[in-house]
């Protein structure tokens, strides 16, 4: 198991772009199995399975304490990693109701997802993206504008739709990112995003589906990517820009060639148009 995976980059400026290399944290889907029943699927690095399966258990009120659970065999399969637990028998009760029950919740899994084999859902293809580097650093200037909750509590993510030349066009917050890109996605649902979206956080994979979802042909972040959300980004063509400064950002994904050139132009790679 590794947390982290060196990948090559493109360092963005606004006066020009320059090749470096960057660790990218290890994202991949872990199910959690308890007592032969699914339970939910977790977006996280594969490192500490045993401790944080201990610790998933106690927080979700399943095991009173550390000897409650009895096993726990992680594995890693095509698909991801499994964590089967196995807890003692007083404890067995509360995984089948909790089952029966349990619709979604906030942590940073797939809320309704009990198996790796859900993952597998199609998405769309993302767009070529039509903006420039100076639209990206223009959305990004003027991005706090748009976080008054934000300003008045420092707790809150903000994910909003920009158009083509950086002006931000809807903004929503939430003190979850997951959640302020749905209230996006949902408040522009049938509308067109001509430019791309930024959101305040880092980018996992649940962040790239939803964006691929809104049709965007680029996401930006303000934080770093995973590597599910990178390999989520190539598989779909979508645009990838992470580590959003006032002086810099990194092209990770740039299936168009569009920023990573430099020339900024619209043909895919291996184009001969």
Not at 39 to 54: G, R
Not at 99 to 109: E, L, M
């Amino acid at each position: 198991m590794t947390g982290g995976r060196t990948r090559a980059v493109t360092l963005l400026r606004p006066d020009g772009t320059t090749a470096g290399e960057r660790t990218i944290a290890v994202e991949v889907p872990v199910s959690i199995e308890v007592d032969g029943l699914g339970y939910a699927v977790m977006m996280m690095t594969p490192v500490d399975l045993a401790a944080f399966a201990t610790g998933f258990m106690l927080t979700e009120r399943l095991a009173d304490d550390a000897a409650d659970v009895i096993d726990i065999d992680p594995f890693e399969t095509a698909d991801g990693w499994i964590v089967r637990i196995t807890l003692a028998d007083r404890c067995r009760g509360r995984i089948q109701d909790r089952v029966r029950h349990r619709t979604s919740d906030t942590s940073c899994g797939l809320c309704g997802i009990a198996g790796l084999e859900q993952l597998r859902r199609p998405a769309p293809v993302a767009p070529p993206p039509r903006t420039t580097t100076a639209a990206l650093f223009t959305a990004l200037a003027n991005v706090r504008d748009h976080q008054p909750l934000n300003a008045a509590t420092g707790a809150t993510h903000a994910a909003v739709a920009c158009d083509t030349e950086g002006r931000i066009v809807a903004a929503y917050e939430d003190v979850g990112r997951h959640n302020a890109l749905d209230k996006l996605v949902g408040g522009l649902a049938g509308a067109a995003i001509e430019g791309f979206i930024l959101v305040t956080s880092r980018i996992s994979f649940e962040m790239v589906d939803k964006a691929l979802i809104a049709g965007a042909p680029l996401l930006v972040g303000v934080s770093a990517p995973t590597t599910l959300a990178i390999e989520h980004a190539e598989a779909h063509g979508l645009t990838l820009i992470a580590l959003a400064r006032g002086d810099a950002m990194l092209v990770v994904n740039d299936p168009w060639n569009r920023f990573a050139s430099g020339r900024e132009e619209q043909r895919p790679r291996g184009s001969t148009g």
